[in-house]
């Protein structure tokens, strides 16, 4: 069963401070993406990564796969409360159903 | 371009009355329909998926059905609603590609007393 784990759960910083957002899995996937969901609002679509080792930047966010495309990571610079959210890792299932699989979250808060 | 609209966004329901949650996809042709479930601030729960007219994949055992009339149409249901069905709802619609991004609707929120 493919699973994707995402750490930390919650993450409360202080505007300006860095952080970084993981999302592990023992499996292979082919591509994983990123998604941002405020409150009573749908998920929407950040980026997708898909190369082994590639690093895709997003104005303070810096999203990278890891080279054996087990994991990645979201890096955010000098965080604003407008970043506030949840933030979402998820990749295709290894069935032809078009499913994805979601890791279970993390919340961010910046305070301003 | 394509969007996705549900509705309704609120619904306030008592336990054994019907639920009907309605989602459109406009822009597109024969897309993948999906109903998630979310609890507060986790992960979404996949309940069902739709690749085409009357075809329903359900992915847990549960009190809900879905339908797909219409190509552009997913529609969530329940005959007797649960307190355990409260919950935010998200229809979406999958970007053929590999690498299958979703655009999620603006979500629809369950509340069964």
């Known amino acids: 069963t493919q699973l994707l784990e995402q750490s930390p759960q919650f993450l409360s910083i202080q505007e300006g401070e860095n952080l970084t957002v993981y999302c592990n899995s023992s499996s292979v996937f082919s591509s994983l993406q990123w998604y941002r969901q405020e409150p009573g609002e749908g998920p929407v679509l950040l980026v997708t990564v898909v190369t082994g080792g590639e690093v895709k930047k997003l104005k303070r966010l810096t999203f990278q796969f890891g080279d054996a495309r087990k994991d990645s990571s979201l890096h955010i610079t000098a965080a604003q409360p407008g970043d506030t959210g949840l933030y979402l890792c998820a990749g295709p299932g290894s069935s032809n159903t078009g499913k994805l699989i979601f890791g279970q979250g993390t919340t961010l808060q910046v305070k301003p | 371009s394509q969007t996705i609209h549900q509705w309704p966004a609120t619904l306030v329901q008592p336990v054994g009355s019907p639920l009907s949650l309605e989602c459109t996809v406009e822009?597109?042709?024969?897309?993948?329909l999906y109903w998630y479930r979310q609890a507060a601030g986790r992960g979404l729960q996949l309940l069902f998926y739709s690749v085409g007219i009357g075809q329903i994949s359900s992915e847990v055992p549960q009190n809900l059905s879905a339908s797909r009339p219409q190509d552009r149409q997913f529609i969530l249901s329940s005959k007797k609603l649960l307190l355990s069905d409260s919950g935010f709802y998200l229809c979406?619609?999958?970007?053929?590609?590999?690498?299958?991004?979703?655009?999620f609707g603006e979500g629809s929120r369950l509340t069964v007393l």
């Open positions: 979406a619609w999958r970007r053929l590609a590999i690498t299958g991004e979703l655009f």
């Open positions: 822009g597109t042709s024969n897309p993948n």
